[in-house]
């Protein structure tokens, strides 16, 4: 059975920074890109980052460039959000994301496993 369980979220003031993680199990996710969605209160979920199986391409929404930064440790089979600078408009459940191929990843219909999200929270 596939797992995918997120960690790190919480409540933070503008200008903090969070790092969540997501642990995968249940397979090996060869190939696979690991995406990190986010869905705030009475909006559409969005793809945040994504990443693909060797680390060697990452993929950032605008919203979140030069802030927030994607890696994965394939030995361990978890992807990180290494999220700087935050603002209240980053508040959002942040869900982890399995998917392929990489290139389109970041479309939720390309996703094959999803985690229960984490809340993140940023106050102004």
């Known amino acids: 059975q596939v797992q995918l369980v997120e960690s790190g979220g919480g409540l933070v003031q503008a200008g903090g920074s969070l790092r969540l993680s997501c642990a995968a199990s249940?397979?090996?996710?060869?190939?696979?890109?690991m995406v990190w969605f986010r869905q705030a209160p009475g909006k559409e979920r969005e793809s945040v980052a994504a990443?693909?199986?060797?680390?060697?391409?990452?993929y950032y929404a605008d919203s979140v460039k030069g802030r927030f930064t994607i890696s994965r440790d394939n030995a361990k089979n978890t992807v990180y959000l290494q999220m700087n600078s935050l603002k209240p408009e980053d508040t959002a459940v942040y869900y982890c994301?399995?998917?392929?191929?990489?290139?389109?990843?970041?479309?939720?219909?390309?996703?094959?496993?999803w985690g229960q999200g984490t809340q993140v929270t940023v106050s102004s």
């Open positions: 990443i693909n199986w060797s680390g060697t391409n990452t």
């Open positions: 994301a399995v998917g392929r191929p990489y290139g389109s990843s970041w479309d939720p219909r390309n996703i094959d496993y």
């Open positions: 249940g397979r090996t996710f060869r190939d696979y890109a």
